[in-house]
C-alpha cells in the first residue's frame, strides 16, 4: 500500500486492532502489568525488551496516541506528556542541563518563555532571544559553544507570526544543534516542520489535536534525523553510558530513531513522573480522529472573521496570515498553504479599556483562557497571558496592550461575523 494519507491517519494511526479485539483504542486504565517471571520484568527494566511494566513509564493507551501523532508529523518515536509545557520543557531538558545554552525566537507562548526566562534559567540553563525576522548572520551571532538547542513556534501564539522553519533549520545545523519546533496552531494537517527541516516537534494537544476543551495534555515527536552522534562531545546523555540505567547508552542501544525519546521516558518520565493519564489520551485520540476535518473550516471561519475585521473602521490592524496585506502572507503562502490556523489576533483603536468592552458585549465567542477549541473563544493577552511581561517585552513578542485573540471556533462564520458586528457597534 502507498504511503497513507493525513485523513486516514487521523482516523486510524497508531493502533491496528487484531481479530476480535476492541474497535476503538481501550483505555487501559492500569498503572501496573502482571508478569510470571521475574527476569522477563527485568529485561523491562534494563530496557532489553520493550513491553509495560508501570504506568508513570509507558502505558499502551498513550503508546497508540503517541504512535498516531509520530505518524501525522512524520517522526520516529513520540511521546505524550501530561501538558504542552511539560512538553516543551522536556524537549529541552533531555538534551540540556545546567551550564548549558539555547537560541529561541522572541516570538513565542508567554507560558513558554516564563518557562525558559525564569524557570529553566533557574536551573542553569540560558536562553538568547532572536528577533525570528532577523537574517541569518545576526542569529547566528546568538550562538555559542555551549549552545544545545534552536527553539520557534510555527505559527506564534498570540503574535501569529509564521517562522521561517527552513532558515532556522539550517543556521540551526550550521551550529551543529537541533531545531525544536512547537507546532501547537497548525497541527500537522497544516504544517509537518520535520519535512522543512526541524528535528524536533512540539504540541500542547490541549488546542487543536484535542480541539474540544476538554484534557490539558503535550506531546514530543523526534524525526530521527539529527546525528547525535556526530556531535557526540555535546550531547553525551545520548552517546555515553547512563549510569542510572545500567549504563545503557541510548543511540548504541536505540539508534538515532530510537535515542532521543527513549532517553527522555526512561530519564525524564522516570524521575519527573509528568504523564499524561491514559483516560486524556482515549479523549485527545477522539479529537484526532476528526483534526484533519475540523482544521479546513476552523481555517475558513478565521479567513472570513480577518477579512471582515479588515476592513472595519473601529480595528486598527489585523493579524492573520491568510490576508494578503499580513506581514506574513509570504511565509504563510510557503509553509502553510492550506491554511494556517483559526486564531486572528486585532488591534481595536482605543486599547485595552475598548478590547475588554468588546469582549464583554460579545455572546458566541466566550472570554477564556483558551484558543483551538470547537466554540469561539476571545482574550485581552496583555491583560491575562502575558500580564508578567513589561512593556517592552511585550513589544519584542509582538503584543499591543489593545490586542484581541480571537480564536474562530466551528460555528457558521456568518453567525461569527454578525457577533463581531453587534459587539464592535457597542465599543
Ligand atoms: C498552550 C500552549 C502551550 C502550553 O500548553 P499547555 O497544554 O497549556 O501546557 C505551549 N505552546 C503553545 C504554542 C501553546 O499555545
Known amino acids: 500500500m502507498n504511503k497513507k494519507g493525513i485523513g486516514t491517519i487521523s482516523v486510524q494511526g497508531g493502533y491496528t486492532p487484531k481479530n476480535g479485539e476492541p474497535r476503538q483504542v481501550p483505555i487501559v486504565q492500569s498503572t501496573t502489568f502482571k508478569y510470571d517471571l521475574a527476569d522477563d520484568m527485568g529485561a523491562l527494566f534494563d530496557l532489553e525488551a520493550a513491553g509495560y511494566f508501570y504506568t508513570r513509564l509507558q502505558n499502551p493507551t498513550n503508546d497508540s496516541v503517541a504512535a498516531k501523532i509520530c505518524e501525522l508529523e512524520g517522526g520516529s518515536a513520540a511521546m505524550l ?32 518563555y516564563n518557562l525558559f526566562a ?29 549552545t544545545k538547542a534552536m527553539f520557534g513556534e510555527t505559527i506564534a501564539n498570540p503574535a501569529l507570526s509564521v517562522l521561517d522553519i527552513e532558515k532556522f533549520a539550517k543556521i540551526a545545523h550550521v ?27 512540539t504540541h500542547s494537544t490541549t488546542k487543536y489535536m484535542d480541539g474540544h476543551g476538554v484534557a490539558v495534555g503535550g506531546a514530543i515527536i523526534d524525526s530521527g534525523k539529527f546525528d547525535w552522534n556526530r556531535y557526540a562531545e555535546k550531547f553525551p546523555g545520548l552517546t555515553t553510558p547512563d549510569e542510572s540505567y545500567h549504563g545503557v547508552t541510548y543511540t548504541k542501544a536505540f539508534g538515532l530513531e530510537g535515542a532521543y525519546i527513549t532517553k527522555a521516558t526512561a530519564q525524564l518520565m522516570r524521575d519527573l513522573g509528568a504523564i499524561q493519564a491514559p483516560q486524556n489520551a482515549f479523549y485527545l485520540n477522539m479529537g484526532l480522529e476528526s483534526l484533519h476535518v475540523r482544521m479546513p473550516r476552523h481555517c475558513q471561519n478565521a479567513q472570513l472573521v480577518a477579512e471582515f475585521l479588515s476592513e472595519h473602521p473601529k480595528v486598527k490592524e489585523v493579524t492573520y496570515c491568510g490576508l494578503k496585506s499580513d506581514k506574513y502572507y509570504e511565509l504563510g503562502q510557503k509553509y502553510l498553504p492550506n491554511g494556517s490556523c483559526g486564531v486572528v489576533s486585532f488591534e481595536l483603536e482605543g486599547g485595552k479599556e475598548v478590547a475588554k468592552l468588546f469582549m464583554e458585549a460579545l455572546k458566541i465567542a ?5 484558543v483551538a477549541d470547537a466554540r469561539s473563544c476571545v482574550l485581552n493577552p496583555a491583560s491575562t497571558t502575558h500580564r508578567q511581561m513589561n512593556d517592552e517585552e511585550l513589544r519584542s513578542a509582538g503584543i499591543a496592550p489593545g490586542l484581541v485573540r480571537l ?13 463581531i458586528a453587534q459587539a464592535l457597534e457597542k465599543c
Open 407 to 419: 480564536s474562530c471556533g466551528l460555528e457558521d462564520s456568518q453567525d461569527l461575523i454578525d457577533d
Open 175 to 201: 551550529h551543529g544543534v537541533p531545531l525544536i519546533i512547537d507546532n501547537t496552531f497548525p497541527t500537522p494537517i497544516n504544517c509537518r516542520p520535520i519535512e522543512w527541516g526541524a528535528d524536533i516537534v
Open 81 to 112: 506528556t501530561s501538558s504542552g509545557q511539560t512538553a516543551n520543557f522536556f524537549a529541552i531538558f533531555n538534551i540540556a542541563g545546567c551550564g548549558d545554552h539555547v537560541v529561541c525566537s522572541t516570538s513565542i507562548y508567554g507560558g513558554t
Open 118 to 146: 525564569v524557570t529553566l534559567k533557574r536551573m542553569g540553563i540560558d536562553f538568547t532571544f532572536v528577533d525570528p525576522d532577523a537574517d541569518e548572520e545576526e542569529i547566528s551571532a546568538a550562538f555559542k559553544p555551549n
Open 366 to 370: 466566550a472570554i477564556e483562557t483558551h
